[in-house]
């Protein structure tokens, strides 16, 4: 049985196994998904285990540390210095981004558009594809981030220019202002257990039209709640999840999962989700 896994430290309770285990029954694939966690120190010598996967998928701290390991890069992948998705073709590495598609598909299937003025907060790595995907994708982007991340954010808008001849104007996050017609979460503020926190103050909401919150446990977090007072679209962070791993299938396996079947498999995460953290 061709084995596939999630590499990362530390990985904690990772819902990816299920999520992949129901793809792959959704595939009639018999196939065994594990989590993988080892510290940065043995990269080098757990490579062997690496080749051993058919495919792998990446989360921090390897989605950068593994580039130099690579033999190739998908564009998306290189243009975000970022891979989560890699495939093992003869014992050497194939990297890909699929946060991306993971991304731009809970937008599309919640209408929500790029091509408006949008607001990422936090400029860590998904931050980042965040604002440069949105600025590829024709949108005015404003980068907010925090007093000891503004050089991060800096950094990103230089990276714009130059790769994409794109202006990200970037913020203090005390004073950001709007209006915007998409504001994103970026940053883990409001994740569990810490549930009760937002990375921007409720007034800000009234000026911008929708938001989408990367963070996905819990599916509902502070910040879509107060948006969902408003009446605004809210959309959180599962779709991502999920979506970012049916992508990374696509890659692998060459299977097109229909919109009906993630949208379930989606259902049945949060569902998943609440009960592991005893939520209503
Ligand atoms: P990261 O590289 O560590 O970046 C986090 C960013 O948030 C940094 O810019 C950090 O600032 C900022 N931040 C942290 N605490 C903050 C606070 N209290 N106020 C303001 N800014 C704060 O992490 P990442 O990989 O980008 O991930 C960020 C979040 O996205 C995580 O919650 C992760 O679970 C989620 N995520 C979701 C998906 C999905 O599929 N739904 C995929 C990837 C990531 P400093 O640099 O100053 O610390």
């Not at 690579?70 to 989560?84: C, H, K, P, Q």
């Not at 921007?200 to 948006?227: G, R």
């Not at 959309?235 to 079947?261: C, I």
């Amino acid at each position: 049985m061709e084995r596939y896994a999630l590499i990362g430290h530390p990985l904690g309770h990772s819902l990816s196994p299920q999520i992949h285990q129901r793809l792959f029954q959704l595939e009639g694939v018999k196939a065994e998904y594990l989590l993988d966690d080892f510290p940065p120190q043995a990269l080098e010598a757990h490579l062997p285990i690496l080749q051993s996967y058919a495919a792998f998928n990446i989360t921090i701290p390897y989605k950068t540390a593994l580039l130099d390991h690579l033999a190739g890069i998908s564009e998306n992948a290189r243009l975000y210095g970022s891979v989560n998705a890699v495939q093992v073709r003869e014992g050497r590495f194939y990297g890909d981004n699929t946060d991306c598609v993971g991304f731009l598909r809970t937008l599309e299937g919640h209408g929500l558009s790029l091509n408006t003025r949008v607001c990422v907060v936090g400029a860590g790595g998904v931050g980042r594809m965040f604002a440069l995907e949105a600025a590829r994708q024709g949108a005015q982007v404003t980068l907010a981030a925090r007093a000891s991340s503004l050089e991060k954010a800096r950094q990103v808008a230089a990276e714009g220019l130059e790769k994409l001849g794109t202006q990200i104007r970037v913020q203090p996050l005390e004073t950001l202002d709007g209006p915007f017609g998409l504001l994103i979460n970026a940053t883990p503020v409001g994740m569990y257990p810490k549930v009760d926190a937002s990375p921007v103050p409720k007034a800000l909401l009234e000026q911008v039209e929708a938001v989408f919150d990367c963070i996905y446990n819990p599916s509902q977090t502070l910040l879509l709640q107060w948006a969902k007072e408003l009446g605004k679209p809210a959309v959180g962070g599962m779709g991502m999840l999920v979506w970012q791993a049916a992508a990374a299938h696509e890659l692998w396996l060459g299977t097109r999962f229909s919109h009906r079947a993630i949208q379930q498999l989606i259902g049945e995460m949060e569902r998943l989700l609440a009960e592991r953290e005893g939520r209503p």
